[in-house]
C-alpha cells in the first residue's frame, strides 16, 4: 500500500510540474536514452507528450524505465501512451533489461518535426545473437483503433543487425538514432 501510495505521489507531482513547464515543440531531431533520468516533454499532436525515466538496479541488474503520458488539452486528464507491438500488446510502461553488464534491450527516443518516435534495440542474453531494431511512432488512434488507447506509439518499422555484426544493444542505438537525427 505504501508503494502504491508513494507512486501516486510520486507520478501527481510529475504531472503538476508538466502541467507549469512550457514544452517546445521539436523543429530539429533530438533524442534523449534511458540513461537520462527524469521528465522530459514535447508538444506533438496538439498537446503535450511527457516521458519519465526511471531505473531500479540491484548487485545483478538494472532496469530501466519508460513511460509515457499525454495531455491532449491544458486542463485535460493525462492518459497513458502505451508502445504497441504488431500483435497489439501493450506496455504502459516500458523496461530495458539487463543481465549482469550486459544491456539486453534498451530504449531511445527522438523527437523532431516529424513527430515522436521510440526506437528498440533488444538481443538475446550471454550469447551472440542478432540484433533487433524496432522504430514506434507517436499516434492517435483512428477509425482503426477504436478499441484501444486513444494515444500510442504505433510500429513503424523493424529490422535486424546480423550477430557477425559483433555489435552491442548500445552501439546499435546509438547508430539508429545518429541515423535518424541526420535525416
Known amino acids: 500500500m505504501i508503494k502504491s501510495i508513494f507512486n501516486t505521489v510520486v507520478l501527481t507531482s510529475c504531472l503538476a510540474l508538466a502541467g507549469g513547464a512550457i514544452a517546445a515543440t521539436p523543429t530539429a531531431n533530438t533524442s534523449v536514452s534511458s540513461e537520462q533520468q527524469g521528465m ?42 502505451p508502445v504497441l507491438d504488431g500483435d497489439n500488446r501493450n506496455a504502459l510502461t516500458w523496461f530495458s533489461i539487463s543481465q549482469g553488464e550486459q544491456t539486453v534491450a534498451d530504449a531511445a527516443v527522438v523527437a523532431g518535426a516529424n513527430g515522436v518516435e521510440v526506437v528498440i534495440a533488444e538481443t538475446k542474453p550471454r550469447v551472440v545473437a542478432p540484433i533487433s531494431v524496432t522504430w514506434y511512432r507517436f499516434t492517435q488512434a483512428g477509425d482503426n483503433d477504436t478499441d484501444g488507447p486513444a494515444y500510442f506509439f504505433k510500429k513503424t518499422s523493424s529490422r535486424n543487425y546480423p550477430a557477425n555484426a559483433k555489435l552491442t544493444v548500445e552501439q546499435v542505438l546509438k547508430k539508429e538514432v545518429a541515423t535518424k537525427i541526420k535525416k
Request: hydrophobic share 40%; proline share 2%.
Open 40 to 81: 522530459h516533454q514535447w508538444q506533438v499532436l496538439g498537446g503535450k507528450l511527457i516521458l519519465i525515466t526511471g531505473t531500479y538496479q540491484d548487485i545483478l541488474a538494472y532496469k530501466r524505465s519508460l513511460t509515457f503520458y499525454f495531455e491532449s488539452k491544458p486542463g485535460e486528464e493525462w492518459m497513458h501512451a
